[in-house]
């Protein structure tokens, strides 16, 4: 794979121990989830979305909106104390992206960040290297 655009990887564990289900919580009639995804797909940046995740369901509700989900996170990387940097190298490995210039993390929680700010990030990250 090799690309100009960066690629969008949105981490989305089943699991949560303070509020259960949490990415798939509907907040103006829209899971957390499907909040992300469409605010990646609107900045236009992005050449893929991928959302690494260890639950079918959020699985999914991704592919209706629009990313892709190639495979289902493993159970040793699905813990409340897995590292978000080894989610992201595991995803990076697993769809083969590591020749890919630039990779962006979008939380499902970010849902006030806009696709002009993920433009905005994407072209200060590109200008200053």
Known sequence: MN?????CIIPARGGSKRIKNK???????KRLIEH???IAKNSKIFSKIIVTTDSKKIARVSIAAGAEVPFLRQNKL???YVTIKDTLHDCIYRVN???VEYHCCLFPT???ISPNDLKSAY???KKNK
């Open 110 to 112: 970010a849902v006030l």
């Open 3 to 7: 690309s100009n655009k960066p690629i």
């Open 36 to 38: 992300a995804i469409h």
């Open 78 to 80: 699905s813990g409340s």
């Open 23 to 29: 990415n798939l919580l509907k907040i103006n009639g």
């Open 123 to 125: 072209l200060n990250v």
């Open 97 to 99: 992206s590591n020749n």
